[in-house]
């Protein structure tokens, strides 16, 4: 074991009590993002999934790009602006809540978006906003809300398979460690919250029903749930979002990056300088597998699943209870 491995949980709550320190510091400060942002601004941006999709290697593309601001999963920044927005319990301890619709914006809401979201173009000069938190999938609505109906999104799909053992893995071996919170899973946050926020929403967002939730025991299985519930909420703001929402699979970035990083730079407002575009594919590696035991759900649920992946051009299935 590497000598300062032991130290590794204890500067990670640190870091956490730091973040939330400034982003509330943050949430008190004036921002021109307030008065309304210039017309001269592409609108701001934001990448979501499934968890285990392609979110991280997606915006690591953009990071390095120098019209580009980009916020990487600011869980801290969205405790701030609300704190039952902390779906894992990360850095509050409060009930959450996984779904947010349009209606559900206030004003203190919308000034700390403002503030702490927005605001991080002035404070870092760039003119393209894109923020990568892969459950904002649940809160469409509210960003809708919180953007006058402008913003744009990228939705990055993987085989639904390679996920769910993805989410088995983490959620299994908890790489991730905090002092003082053995209470944390990596994946299900403190005491499963996010599980059971998904168990406890998702049936009256018309994602199956209690009964069919309630088999699923399997981190692998919760894991697909996830997938599933993810691509439904796309499919019920396709039409709303029309052109503003664009949609990539995972193989289509890693099989020809160059291609889909240019659609992905155009769609957001940003320039495709040839260094960047150097660097952003030389990131990409092969379409990576996981091994592991065949995924078993509900009878309707599997259907929904196959049809998913047959749709997006995946070859796993999952088989029936």
């Known amino acids: 074991m590497p000598l300062l491995d032991p130290l590794k949980p204890l500067a990670r709550t640190a870091k956490l009590r730091l973040l939330k320190r400034k982003a509330d510091r943050l949430a008190r400060i004036t921002v021109a993002a307030e008065r309304g942002e210039s017309p001269d601004l ?25 019209e580009v601001c980009y916020l990487r999963e600011p869980y801290h920044l969205w405790a701030a602006i609300d704190p039952t927005l902390d779906v894992t319990n990360l850095h509050v301890y409060t009930p959450p809540k996984l779904w947010w619709d349009v209606n559900d914006t206030t004003d203190t809401i919308r000034t ?6 927005l605001g991080e173009r002035e404070r870092t000069g760039r003119r393209v906003l ?3 938190t892969p ?32 989410i088995d893995r983490l959620a299994s071996n908890q790489p991730y460690k905090m002092a003082g919170r053995s209470d944390y899973n990596q994946w299900w946050g403190s005491n499963g919250l996010k599980w059971q ?10 994602h199956f029903t209690e009964d069919e939730v309630a088999q699923l025991t399997g981190n692998d299985q919760k894991g697909a749930y996830e997938w599933l519930t993810s691509l439904g909420e796309t499919d019920r703001w396709r039409s709303t979002l029309g052109d503003r929402l664009l949609e990539i699979t ?16 155009a769609h957001v407002g940003a320039s495709t300088p040839n260094a960047w575009l150097d660097e952003a594919s030389a990131m990409l590696s092969p379409e990576r597998k996981n091994k592991g035991s065949e995924l078993k759900l509900p009878a309707r649920m599997a259907e929904q699943f196959n049809r998913y992946q047959e749709h997006f051009g995946y070859e796993n299935r999952a088989c029936a209870l």
């Open 42 to 66: 592409p609108p701001p941006v934001f990448i979501f999934a499934c968890g285990r999709s392609g979110t991280t290697i997606l915006g690591k593309l953009f990071a390095p790009h120098p």
């Open 112 to 117: 700390r978006f403002a503030r702490l979201i």
């Open 130 to 132: 894109i923020e990568k």
């Open 135 to 166: 459950h904002n999938i649940y809160r469409i609505g509210l960003l809708e809300a919180l953007t006058d109906g402008n913003a744009r999104f990228i939705h990055i799909i993987r085989d639904g398979v390679d996920v769910a053992r993805s």
């Open 197 to 206: 926020r998904l168990q406890a929403e998702g049936p009256g967002r018309g």
């Open 250 to 265: 995972y193989r289509q970035l890693t099989a020809s990056p160059r291609e889909t990083i240019t659609a992905l730079a």
